[in-house]
């Protein structure tokens, strides 16, 4: 079982370069999230998309855009890269049954130098 | 303002004995609480939970206790082993949200 495949794993970028961080599930979840993991900082959310076509702002969303672009695929895009942005970005999904409860399940992540 | 809080970065205990570490929480909505265990170069992965209906969960060597009066929430892992070390973070989860803390690494001395 695949789980949660983020694409790429590594990545080096120029200051103000464009680039999309992909990410699918193969669990049918219903819910997907992107974080990133900052040292002494844990894991921030950035955005979370609670089902098929709704997207949603978390802890820290400047300088991000996402796109659902169906139940499996949760992208994530920076339009003009910063070194603040240097960070390992992971992406999760969750089946969000809030009744039994549902972790979330995580890639392996990638990691991101802005330079 | 960080909602989810692990006030100890690290944590060192000897093989055998018990690890407990914490983890405290501002927000009262939050309504279910995980534990994530992270080595080097891997995702989290998942490893135990409790809803806020409850007190303790346990699932062989971990347990998590949740004090809701206090806002606080703990993991006890008996007995400590040498692969256990590792960051764990807490996390919990708000309307569609979950938060993490900034986590706290464990190394079990063997």
């Known amino acids: 079982n695949a789980g949660v495949t983020q694409t790429p794993k590594f990545q080096v970028l120029k200051t103000g370069q464009s680039m999309t961080l992909q990410c699918a599930q193969d669990m049918n979840h219903n819910s997907m999230y992107w974080y990133r993991q900052d040292p002494g900082m844990g894991l921030r959310l950035i955005y979370y998309?609670?089902?098929?076509?709704?997207?949603d702002k978390g802890e820290v969303p400047n300088g991000y855009n996402v796109s659902r672009l169906n139940k499996r695929e949760f992208s994530l895009r920076l339009e003009s890269a910063a070194p603040s942005q240097t960070s390992v970005y992971f992406c999760?999904?969750?089946?969000?049954?809030?009744?039994?409860?549902?972790?979330?399940?995580f890639g392996n992540g990638t990691r991101l130098t802005v330079t | 303002d960080q909602q989810v809080k692990q006030n100890s970065p690290s944590l060192s205990v000897q093989e055998g004995r018990i690890s407990i570490l914490n983890c405290d929480y501002t927000?009262?909505?939050?309504?279910?609480f995980l534990w994530y265990k992270k080595y080097p170069a891997e995702g989290p992965t998942f490893l135990i939970s409790?809803?806020?209906?409850?007190d303790k969960n346990e699932d062989g060597r971990f347990t998590v206790f949740l004090n809701k009066s206090a806002k606080h929430l703990s993991l006890h892992i008996v007995p400590s082993q040498p692969g256990d070390s590792a960051v764990y973070f807490c996390?919990?989860?708000?309307?569609?949200?979950?938060?993490f803390g900034t986590g706290t690494r464990l190394k079990v001395l063997a």
């Open positions: 999760a999904s969750s089946r969000m049954d809030r009744g039994l409860g549902s972790p979330l399940h």
């Open positions: 996390a919990a989860r708000g309307t569609y949200k979950y938060i």
């Open positions: 927000n009262s909505m939050f309504d279910y």
């Open positions: 998309s609670a089902s098929e076509g709704t997207t």
């Open positions: 409790i809803s806020s209906i409850k």
